[in-house]
């Protein structure tokens, strides 16, 4: 008896009509020959459903990169075998770009500039000191933001006052008729029974120390009530 | 061909290390000098009301409190004010307050529980300044966030609110820099 596995090679032979010439069909029994008419439905259903042929998509372009490979492959073969020529070698040396590239040679210098151009920034920046000063000598603003939105921040050093500005626009006004009263202040830290507190001494018009709370680091005075959580 | 991707190789991880030192570059802080202490160094802020017309040294209503470093502090300021907001030349000192800057505690700087301060040292700059985390807050809530570098001798101006015929300013400086 055959082995099962060259029957079955037979069968799907027979099915898609690949037997060598000259060989005819062998005496099937009735098992394979139900397994034959089985393997030939499938097969002439796959072909009904599957277009016979696909074309890749952009096959010249395919194409072109066999070609590109190939020169690239001779000319590298040339190059070793003379080293000594001049010449364009940037013909296929290296690159696997996309023909819209260009010469190979932009690949080869490309990362040397890149890094050129990278220690150039290092070399920058470490000598600015590790922060971008944004005025020399004056206040540096990293950052400056207004909740709200329609308050816009604008932030400038002025040259003459020498002094960083910050302006915000579009902030709602004190009502006229809210009093706006200023306190003077001064904080200072001290040592008490409970630890490191903050005297703060308010003073009045003439200088005469009118209160002194103290109170816990990080506190705000409270001079009228609480002021902030 | 391994040569030559040998030494793109090469050419990338250089700018990758010079991107890394740049970074590095950026993210440097200089230490704290001092980290024992716990004040490092004091603010002063002022309120000011800033008006237009004829350019004074000292307000209409007011006089400089403490008149001795207080309206130095103050009087020094005024020129600086006038340049700095060109179209008002008349400044009125509402409160001002003089407070050490921690390191491990938010400080309060309040001339004024109208508008006042909020300051969080990050540590010392170079050149002497200090780096700060500042809000500003107008009754109960935050109108600005920022984070300056305070140098010496250099205040920073905030331009607040309209109030009557004039704008609120704040001052804020390194105490004892002043020029």
Same mark, same amino acid.
């Given at each position: 008896?055959?082995?099962?596995?060259?029957?079955?090679?037979?069968?799907?032979?027979?099915?898609?009509?690949?037997?060598? %010439?000259?060989?005819?069909?062998? !005496?099937?029994?009735?098992?394979? %020959?139900?397994?034959?008419?089985?393997?030939?439905?499938?097969?002439?259903?796959?072909?009904?459903?599957?277009?016979?042929?696909?074309?890749?998509?952009?096959?010249? /372009? /395919?194409?072109?990169?066999?070609?590109?490979?190939?020169?690239?492959?001779?000319?590298? !073969?040339?190059?070793?075998?003379?080293?000594?020529?001049?010449?364009?070698?940037?013909?296929?040396?290296?690159?696997?770009?996309?023909?819209?590239?260009?010469?190979? +040679?932009?690949?080869?210098?490309?990362?040397?500039?890149?890094?050129?151009?990278?220690?150039?920034?290092?070399? $920058?920046?470490?000598?600015?000191?590790?922060?971008?000063?944004?005025?020399?000598?004056?206040?540096?603003?990293?950052?400056?933001?207004?909740?709200?939105?329609?308050? %816009?921040?604008?932030?400038?050093?002025?040259?003459?006052?020498?002094?960083?500005?910050?302006?915000?626009?579009?902030?709602?006004? /004190?009502?006229?008729?809210?009093?706006?009263?200023?306190?003077?202040?001064?904080?200072?830290?001290?040592? +008490?029974?409970? +630890?490191?507190?903050?005297?703060? %001494?308010?003073?009045?018009?003439?200088? !005469?120390?009118?209160?002194?709370?103290?109170?816990?680091?990080?506190?705000?005075?409270? $001079? /009228?009530?609480?002021?902030?959580? | 061909?391994?040569?030559?991707?040998?030494?793109?190789?090469?050419?990338?991880? =250089?700018?990758?290390?010079?991107?890394?030192?740049?970074?590095?570059?950026?993210?440097?802080?200089?230490?704290?000098?001092?980290?024992?202490?716990?004040?490092?160094?004091?603010?002063?802020?002022?309120?000011?009301?800033?008006?237009? #017309?004829?350019?004074?040294?000292?307000?209409?209503?007011?006089? @400089?409190?403490?008149? #001795?470093?207080?309206?130095?502090?103050?009087?020094?300021?005024?020129?600086?004010?006038?340049?700095?907001?060109?179209?008002?030349?008349?400044?009125? =000192? =509402? *409160?001002?307050?003089?407070?050490?800057?921690?390191?491990?505690?938010?400080?309060?700087?309040?001339?004024?529980?109208?508008?006042?301060?909020?300051?969080?040292?990050? *540590? @010392?700059?170079?050149?002497?300044?200090?780096?700060?985390?500042?809000?500003?807050?107008?009754?109960?809530?935050?109108?600005?966030?920022?984070? @300056?570098?305070?140098?010496? #001798?250099?205040?920073?101006?905030?331009?607040?609110?309209?109030?009557?015929? *004039?704008?609120?300013?704040?001052?804020?400086?390194?105490? *004892?820099?002043?020029?």
């Amino acid at each position: 008896m055959s082995d099962p596995n060259e029957n079955e090679e037979l069968l799907h032979r027979l099915a898609d009509g690949e037997l060598e %010439q000259g060989v005819s069909a062998p !005496e099937l029994d009735e098992v394979s %020959q139900a397994e034959l008419r089985s393997i030939e439905a499938l097969s002439s259903m796959l072909k009904a459903e599957l277009p016979k042929k696909v074309e890749p998509q952009y096959p010249d /372009f /395919f194409n072109s990169q066999i070609i590109r490979r190939i020169e690239r492959d001779e000319a590298r !073969e040339l190059h070793e075998a003379s080293p000594a020529s001049s010449g364009s070698a940037a013909e296929g040396s290296g690159s696997t770009a996309p023909a819209a590239a260009g010469p190979g +040679g932009f690949f080869r210098w490309f990362p040397w500039a890149a890094a050129a151009t990278a220690c150039a920034v290092a070399a $920058f920046l470490a000598l600015q000191g590790g922060g971008s000063a944004a005025h020399s000598g004056g206040a540096v603003i990293a950052s400056a933001y207004a909740p709200a939105s329609t308050v %816009q921040v604008k932030t400038w050093y002025s040259e003459e006052a020498e002094a960083t500005v910050i302006d915000l626009v579009g902030l709602e006004a /004190f009502p006229a008729d809210r009093e706006i009263s200023g306190q003077t202040l001064a904080s200072y830290p001290v040592e +008490g029974l409970r +630890g490191s507190r903050i005297a703060h %001494q308010l003073s009045g018009p003439d200088g !005469e120390i009118l209160m002194t709370l103290v109170a816990a680091p990080g506190e705000a005075p409270d $001079f /009228f009530g609480a002021l902030v959580n | 061909m391994l040569r030559s991707s040998m030494l793109r190789l090469g050419a990338l991880a =250089l700018a990758l290390a010079a991107v890394c030192v740049s970074s590095a570059a950026l993210a440097q802080e200089s230490s704290a000098a001092g980290t024992n202490k716990e004040s490092e160094g004091r603010i002063y802020g002022a309120l000011v009301l800033s008006k237009p #017309g004829e350019a004074s040294n000292t307000s209409d209503d007011s006089e @400089p409190v403490n008149p #001795g470093t207080d309206a130095t502090t103050f009087e020094k300021m005024v020129p600086r004010l006038g340049k700095a907001f060109p179209a008002f030349q008349k400044f009125e =000192l =509402l *409160g001002e307050h003089r407070q050490s800057l921690f390191k491990q505690y938010e400080t309060w700087v309040v001339p004024s529980r109208d508008l006042f301060l909020k300051i969080d040292s990050k *540590g @010392p700059a170079e050149g002497g300044g200090m780096k700060l985390h500042l809000q500003v807050w107008r009754d109960d809530e935050v109108i600005l966030k920022t984070d @300056p570098v305070l140098m010496p #001798g250099r205040p920073l101006f905030i331009g607040g609110p309209n109030w009557r015929d *004039g704008k609120l300013v704040i001052v804020v400086a390194l105490e *004892g820099a002043t020029k």
